[in-house]
């Protein structure tokens, strides 16, 4: 098939570069130049504007978005609408807010554009191994570009899902990741208990590739936990400081709006939330209140 | 009533002299010089050694622990032991863990020595305000030494609890002070929000104040938050920094235990234990794991 | 001082009565019969619609709107709207969600209105025992409308504060009642934990009693909790089912907004979500895959 | 090698086939009639008493013990102790506290009998797919009986990991089932809130069976998920009610003692603990709480 791909950054350009290995004819959008470059280098086509790309793909025509979340989708699909024509499908493939990906749907629909939300998983490794893709939206339109999507998969038969109605696939997205913060969480908890019985002298790199075959935590994020602490088993120079990009946020709001109690995706945002706390005021306020009821000391800062 | 006080600490030389103003003839008995030189000039007599103040005594005696927790208890009832009679009474005020207390009854009781366990709640306001008691073992020593426990107490007939045999004073004392983990955990983050809020520049010791009167959450440790907050509003110099003293420990153990979910209890020790690390482990591996999958970048130490 | 308060439902009869007695002129508005009735018998004044109530006030008035938050304070705004006019002062004293009141405040000063937003706590107690109040908006209209939160609070100088500028108020009412919560699930886990420490058979009323006076937990929420468990000991009759009014939910997103951990004040809400659970989807998960992986056997329902 | 192996139930069993497969002569032992039965049909020699094993067997012996942790350990090593003799190894292939695993290595020692503590993770799958293991003890020992290990494990290179000394190992299985612990409840919250997100319609089993494939969060779990939620997307017939084995609690004790903050790890054993009250105390208690101060109606049983 043909297909624009609006944004070549560490996700969008992997992407590209898996289709145009499957044999499609992708031609990459951005207008950093040097994003083209390299992007040109791999060995497709690229163009510094969407107009410019959608020109030169016959119609009805299929574009990817790859864009980083909310406003920045806002304003390209603003800038790509006059250039789209009845039938064109648009894929946004980033990390949108479901309802956001509700709302934009309607709206292109105005137009007789079709809108697909594809949450899409994989990572940096996704280039190699495929990608997980979850989509959202109707489905004869999933069903024509289907060659895209079998070829962004790990295999033609696996690993995507017509997950349903538009909002459906970022929907999808947003709980897996608040699930792969809790996983990570539990394995990051397990790791620094072992690390703090210095008794047992533990060699965690060892201990985690041990469980990789045959253990009931196997895991491709303990593949990587593996690989990570075997190369550095005391994770020396790495700062205690975790960042969230806001599908945690989602998830757990989304949670409390349904009624779900939902603990343990919940305590592991709130544990990057405290982990970039430098100087928590409850902690203090702890501490105050102990020295005014009991006469118990404070550290000073 | 007569009554030796053993430990003459900041909780023990209050209660002692709680005791002398309320017309007891009180002994206290501490090795350390300063301590008491200290009692000695608040009114009443002192001892250096436990066999030269059970020595004064008339029989059947009252021997009032007030020590730290754990081994010193039992090296301290090693050394009464000895000077004890039938019928004596020995009562542990101090934070004992209430299995520990269940121990000691029944070993001294093999000398017809009566032991209580007594829970003790007040902290450095108890000397004005009276000692909230809860008090674990046998009726009748309980009801032969209420004049102390009446005196004690805040008032002859409020305050203080027999609740019931052997260990009951200190488990409940030790489920108070659970308790008063999740109290100050709730304070903290409902100060701490309001802090972050820079927006509405909130007075926190204004805003404490007002709840003193009328709220729903109007407590004692809201009046000492109220105190703490107006003095320092935004509780420069303190650190961090929350230490634990054991009970909260023992409170999270029994509830599991006993099949007893207690999230806010526990998530109030776990909070203490997170306030003390410094170069969080599972932070650390949180970072490396988002590394290795999608390339996020580290910050670094 | 004038006034009319529009809203006589549980708290608004309440505090119409209050103002009523301390010498104020009331005027109660509800479009219900029967409220009005019982109002009446109260001894102040009534009316069915608020442009009656407003057309006896001498200008400028003084409102107290005293009805659910939400999509009724904006009907009662629309409505009354028409009556105001320049200098009037609307007092918002129910539990709306701050960003409304920061929003009204800025449409009603459109008209010359201030809107002053007042979070009350105190429930049903506060007719005796007076309200805490904190309030946002305008300093001057604060001061004009003083003589009215004088009497509405415990006393003419405390259990009110003006916190900030509009939004201010309901603000420190949200964090309010999500330490509320906090508090009240802390207690809840302690008394549980007793309830079941079936071996001391412990009366948790007299317990409870006993730290009301002198204890570091002693609370109003203990006095509360002391007089529930007196009358029934094992809470018998009363189902696990806790409601939730709004409040927590906006505190736990608010904290999350800011980036501040609040795991107490969260997980108090996670707990009341669980209680309405009656055939939790992830319990039954785990169930099937504890089957799974190592053949434990499923409970069926 | 030769080895007996000591409790055929569903993960002794397995692990003699296994071995027996493997090429090792292995006796079976099990004072069940039925077990035995059924053992001898799946090929390998049988015993009713350890004793009888025992003579069987060339030394030095290695004798592998699959029985409930807990007392059963300590009541097979007393029969069996009589029996050993120098150089003969035991291996604690079950669930075993690490301390109690620390403190049988030192009494057998005493008989110059090695005891090594391997951790077993796998379930019913292991016979198939290998079982992961970490392995505590004298690594001498470990090296002599490595054949057992490399048979047992999914390949000779890889799944088993000489740990450190002495109670290594279990600790190691303790960590382990700690994060299993969270990684369910992970998932568990993840697919209860797709579940509940009716207006999509998701097919859980066919969104599990996405993940599978290329998606950060695939796992081992996950494909058993995935296989259990496409034969009963709705779990039907399944109750809320979640067992814990005890390897849960300990790794949050272990956590606490050793002063490492694991919520996620803790919050998932007390979900387990939740979802087996069935009239929680501390939901009564909130709710007569809220009718206290708020008038509230509570719900009756």
Known sequence: MEIAMI????????MAERLHRGGHRVIGVDPGEAARASAAARGFDVSAT??????KLSVPRVVWLMVPAGEVVDQTLASLSPHLSEG???????NSYYKDSMRRATQLLEEDVTYLDCGT????????????LMIGGDAAAVERVGAIFRTLAPAEDRGWVHAGPSGAG???KMVHNGIEYGMMQAYAEGFALMQRKTEFNLDLGQVAAAWQHGSVVRSWLLDLSA??????????????????SGEGRWTVAEAIDLDVSAPVIT?????RLRSREKNSFSDRMLSALRNQFG???MVKE
């Open 88 to 94: 064109d499908v648009v894929i946004d493939g980033g």
């Open 7 to 14: 944004g070549l950054g560490r996700m969008g350009a992997n």
């Open 170 to 172: 970022h929907f999808c």
């Open 227 to 244: 690989d990570a602490l075997s190369r550095n088993p005391q994770l020396d120079g790495i700062a205690p400081f975790v960042p969230d």
């Open 121 to 132: 998983s994989g990572g940096v490794w996704g280039l190699q191994e495929g990608y997980s």
């Open 267 to 271: 305590l592991s945002l709130l544990e």
């Open 295 to 297: 006469g118990h000391a």
């Open 50 to 55: 969407a107009a410019e790309a959608l020109a």
